[in-house]
């Protein structure tokens, strides 16, 4: 059998954040995790010594991978960073880009008159933007870009915005496709191609993109 990632490392991070209001209450997206778990797997298969940082997602933990779970995006921020140093960085997670300002320690209830309620939201830190410029920066850093509109250019501009080497895009919010179905269509860009993945189940286009991921990984190192 092929290891094309044997003796290598990657960090892979897999489904959604979510950041508490109250103790009841927490903002969320509708990842199931699904893309990148199918990703570490395919890494593993491929021969690579594969960390998981997973969101709360109730998936089995792909054979051979280390999975470490959190839940918030501050929380994933920490994950990654004490996971480095890795060969390959694959952020495939959905990540929360605001979070509440403060918890509530008590529920948040509706008080007599009250026609809405205002939520003051701060910015996460950048978990992908901060692999691409830390010092132990992955010889292969890998994004992904989920669109509901210009996919294309909204990953590219990622892609250069973000200093990274590969962006794997794919259109959410079709049945049966994106964050909840089974199967994907990514469009993987990097400064001089596109490489269409699919349509497929998730699983074979986790591995597509892992040959994708290796090849380059092969001419960045010896």
Known sequence: MSAPLAGRRVLVTAGPTYEDLDPVRFLGNRSSGKMGFAVAAAAVAAGADVVLVAGPVHLPTPDGAHRIDVRSAAQMHAAVFSALPADVYVGA??????????????????????????????????????????????????????????????????????????????????????????????????????????????????TALVALIAGRLAQEMP
Do not use: C
Not at 119 to 146: S, W
Not at 178 to 183: A, H, Q, T, W
């Open 93 to 206: 997670a959905a990540v929360a880009d605001f979070t509440p300002a403060g918890v509530a320690t008590s529920k948040i209830k509706k008080r007599p008159g009250e026609d809405g309620l205002t939520l003051q939201l701060v910015r996460t830190r950048d978990i992908l933007a901060d692999v691409a410029a830390h010092a132990a920066r992955p010889r292969v850093v890998v994004g992904f870009a989920a669109e509901t509109d210009d996919v294309d250019a909204n990953a590219r501009h990622k892609l250069a915005a973000k200093g990274v080497d590969v962006i794997a895009a794919n259109r959410v919010g079709i049945a049966g496709s994106g964050f909840e179905g089974d199967d994907n269509l990514l469009v993987v860009h990097d400064a001089a191609r596109s490489h269409r993945l699919g349509p497929d189940s998730k699983s074979a286009v986790a």
